[in-house]
């Protein structure tokens, strides 16, 4: 550990580590476990903002996906659960609970009569716009530690990792 800078959660499972198997390089497990406890810390504070609407993360995303598409804002359920990374099964009671919620609905696709597509309602626009401007805000606040140059180094590197990782097929 650095003097420069106060303890955290990490250096103590580090120096534990150290002092039990002094053989390993255990610096990895610094740089990882931090991702994983920012990555913790960050969807609380989201989920938070999600919540002051009503919504829940997967709810947000769904919306959000929806409304970024552009007018109509309508999607086919494939686009929706390949662009959120679940399988068809939970996209399809995900939707059965917006469209429950009257946050979407399910129109006919005008280029194959025989599938669905789905669709903010009036309501599930409104919803979104006010939800993303609330978010944005939230993760303004939530950067506000960091100066730009140290933000856009950081996002860098999460580039460069993201990118590695990705590659590799994990």
Same mark, same amino acid.
């Given at each position: 550990?650095?003097?420069?800078?106060?303890?955290? +959660?990490?250096?103590?499972?580090?120096?534990?580590? =150290?002092?039990?198997?002094?053989?390993?390089?255990?610096?990895?497990?610094?740089?990882?476990?931090?991702? $994983? !406890?920012?990555? +913790?810390?960050?969807? =609380? $504070?989201?989920?938070?903002?999600?919540?002051?609407?009503?919504?829940?993360?997967?709810?947000?995303?769904?919306?959000?996906?929806?409304?970024?598409?552009?007018?109509?804002?309508?999607?086919? /359920?494939?686009?929706?659960?390949?662009?959120?990374?679940?399988?068809?099964?939970?996209?399809?009671? !995900?939707?059965? =609970?917006?469209?429950?919620?009257?946050?979407?609905?399910?129109? /006919?696709?005008?280029?194959?009569?025989?599938?669905?597509?789905?669709?903010?309602?009036?309501?599930?626009?409104?919803?979104?716009?006010?939800?993303?401007?609330?978010?944005?805000?939230?993760?303004?606040?939530?950067? +506000?530690?960091?100066? /730009?140059?140290?933000?856009? +180094?950081?996002?860098?590197?999460?580039? $460069?990792?993201?990118?590695?990782?990705?590659?590799?097929?994990?």
């Amino acid at each position: 550990m650095s003097a420069e800078r106060p303890a955290d +959660a990490v250096d103590a499972i580090l120096e534990q580590w =150290r002092r039990e198997r002094p053989d390993l390089d255990v610096s990895p497990m610094g740089t990882i476990g931090r991702v $994983k !406890r920012c990555a +913790a810390l960050l969807q =609380r $504070k989201l989920d938070e903002t999600f919540a002051a609407f009503g919504l829940s993360g997967w709810e947000f995303d769904v919306l959000a996906t929806l409304r970024r598409s552009g007018t109509p804002y309508c999607l086919a /359920p494939t686009v929706l659960f390949s662009a959120l990374m679940v399988t068809s099964g939970t996209m399809t009671h !995900r939707l059965q =609970r917006l469209e429950g919620s009257g946050l979407v609905r399910r129109v /006919p696709n005008p280029e194959d009569a025989r599938s669905m597509l789905v669709q903010l309602t009036p309501a599930g626009l409104e919803l979104i716009d006010r939800a993303v401007e609330a978010h944005v805000e939230n993760e303004h606040r939530i950067l +506000a530690a960091l100066k /730009p140059s140290e933000r856009a +180094a950081l996002d860098a590197r999460l580039i $460069k990792l993201l990118g590695a990782l990705e590659s590799s097929g994990e």
